[in-house]
């Protein structure tokens, strides 16, 4: 579709319009006007002290972390079949290393047994100091080993002396777990985990699966409170990419209705030349926390699916001292 918009750009002749300055020009045309100041400090305020996502792999591509994170960010590493522990673990001591807070996943379904998952506890804590974890059931079907979710994870107790831990949270539901559609299995589970918050020290917060839209994100949060769930809530942001990267992992990561916000920006062709951008999902989400300041949402979470260093530098660009690099002068 690009390319037919394109070709009905080009003259009559069939030459190109003006080679690629011309196509650059275009897409500064179409891109949105630069956020008012008023819109700068709501981001600046939502967005301090906000975590990103990285995997071994992608990790690898950052020359250095901290020419485009802010000091002491929150490193989630993504734990994904098929990944080493080794890779994990010198990921985490690059980061910590480089000054940054590191969340390892520990994937209960991917871990064979007890002994193991001390094992991976172990070297964390020796190689890398890591004292916070992001526990979760993890991508497969069926466990491999003796953990089915995170619970079993929590019940083993090689968690206690962490400092702060992470369960997951799906403002959309999650049918590998609720395959009826409803969310009563998951509220169960998030009952149970505000419980055991109460009989630790960690700091216990839900981080969230990505959404598109923040009326669903709204509603899941006030629900959770009516609930008596009250704890903080870490969101997860999709950050900015093209916008058939994002398609391809939200159906993969099972992202519910708010996939409409995709759908019709593919059928808006002056949108579709440009990355998607989490702007206006953020800014509605920010107003909201602005009008109610009780509301959970305490931090936001990005997943960089267009990449790490433009998710950062994007957060740099529009969010003022929320997105100050660590080695900016």
Not at 35 to 46: A, I, W
Not at 107 to 115: D, V, Y
Not at 131 to 136: E, G, P, T
Not at 137 to 152: D, I, K, R, Y
Request: aromatic letters at 8%; glycine letters at 8%; one cysteine or more.
């Amino acid at each position: 579709m690009t390319r037919s918009l394109l070709t009905k750009l080009t003259p009559d002749s069939g030459q190109p319009l003006a080679s690629k300055q011309g196509i650059l020009g275009l897409f500064n045309f179409l891109r949105r006007d630069s956020l008012s100041r008023k819109d700068v400090k709501l981001l600046e305020s939502f967005l301090q002290g906000y975590s990103i996502e990285v995997m071994p792999k992608t990790a690898q591509k950052v020359a250095s972390f901290r020419e485009i994170l802010p000091q002491g960010t929150r490193v989630y590493i993504a734990h994904i079949d098929g990944t080493s522990i080794e890779e994990m673990v010198t990921t985490a001591r690059r980061l910590r290393d480089e000054g940054y807070d590191v969340m390892p996943h520990f994937p209960a379904r991917l871990i064979e047994s007890k002994q193991l998952l001390a094992e991976w506890i172990s070297r964390y804590q020796s190689e890398a100091g890591v004292d916070q974890a992001l526990l979760l059931g993890g991508g497969l079907t069926q466990p491999v080993g003796e953990f089915a979710n995170s619970m079993e994870l929590i019940e083993s107790g090689l968690f206690d002396g962490f400092s702060r831990l992470h369960v997951a949270g799906h403002p959309e539901g999650n049918r590998d777990i609720d395959p009826d559609g409803s969310d009563r299995m998951v509220m169960q589970a998030l009952k149970w985990k505000r419980a055991f918050s109460e009989r630790t020290d960690a700091k216990v917060a839900i981080s969230t699966q990505f959404c598109f839209e923040a009326s669903p994100v709204i509603a899941w949060a006030d629900r959770l409170a009516s609930e008596g769930i009250d704890l903080p809530i870490h969101i997860g942001v999709a950050g900015p990419a093209k916008l058939h990267t994002l398609m391809k992992y939200a159906l993969s990561c099972g992202v519910g209705p708010s996939m409409r916000v995709l759908q019709r920006r593919a059928k808006d062709v002056s949108k579709l030349l440009l990355p998607y951008e989490p702007t206006e999902l953020l800014l509605e989400l920010a107003a909201h926390k602005r009008r109610h300041p009780d509301f959970g949402i305490e931090q936001v979470h990005f997943f960089p699916l267009g990449g790490i260093a433009a998710n950062a530098n994007w957060v740099t660009r529009n969010a003022g001292s929320a997105g100050r690099p660590a080695g900016s002068k």
